[in-house]
T-cell receptor, first 112, second 110 residues
């Protein structure tokens, strides 16, 4: 049982480059979310999805795109990387029931 | 807008002490509250989940309480050990997303 899998674990980008952070879960969870974690600020919600084909913005969506074509996958796309997007990114998922969220191990992104 | 605050930001205690970490939130209309542990450079490990209708949850040496009306939760750690050293995060769920506090960094000294 893999849970929530994030790839890559580490990435260095140059300003202006684009890339996709991958997130996959094998628990058939309907809810999936992307968070970024910055020092001293806790985790902030970027985008979330309540099911395949349905996405919505969180607190800090600017500069990021998402799509949810399948229940399992929820990729996060950086359109044109900026140094302010240097952060640790976490993907999380949960089912429709009363259970809490399960988190992936994170992607550490540095934009130079 | 839901704001989540954790106090203290950092805490250092000798091994064996009982301790309490505090979490407060501004909007009582929450779905549930979850406490996580995060080790340096690692992901989040769920410790306890309290539904909005519950008052507390226990797991081993950990006990979490929830008072929705006052917007407060506490995480009680009994007989602390050096292995408990980590950052503890409180998060309230608003059904479709979660709002996190900034965390309490706990150090337990041998």
């Amino acid at each position: 049982n893999a849970g929530v899998t994030q790839t890559p674990k580490f990435q260095v980008l140059k300003t202006g480059q684009s890339m996709t952070l991958q997130c996959a879960q094998d628990m058939n969870h309907e809810y999936m979310s992307w968070y970024r974690q910055d020092p001293g600020m806790g985790l902030r919600l970027i985008h979330y999805s309540v099911g395949a084909g349905i996405t919505d913005q969180g607190e800090v969506p600017n500069g990021y795109n998402v799509s949810r074509s399948t229940t399992e996958d929820f990729p996060l796309r950086l359109l044109s990387a900026a140094p302010s997007q240097t952060s640790v990114y976490f993907c999380a998922s949960r089912d429709r029931g009363p259970n809490g969220y399960t988190f992936g191990s994170g992607t550490r992104l540095t934009v130079v | 807008k839901q704001e989540v605050t954790q106090i203290p930001a950092a805490l250092s205690v000798p091994e064996g002490e009982n301790l309490v970490l505090n979490c407060s939130f501004t909007d009582s209309a929450i779905y549930n509250l979850q406490w996580f542990r995060q080790d340096p450079g690692k992901g989040l490990t769920s410790l306890l989940l309290i539904q909005s209708s519950q008052r507390e949850q226990t797991s081993g040496r950990l006990n979490a309480s929830l008072d929705k009306s006052s917007g407060r939760s506490t995480l009680y750690i009994a007989a602390s050990q050096p292995g408990d050293s980590a950052t503890y995060l409180c998060a309230v769920s608003l059904l479709n997303d979660m709002r996190f506090g900034a965390g309490t960094r706990l150090t337990v000294k041998p």
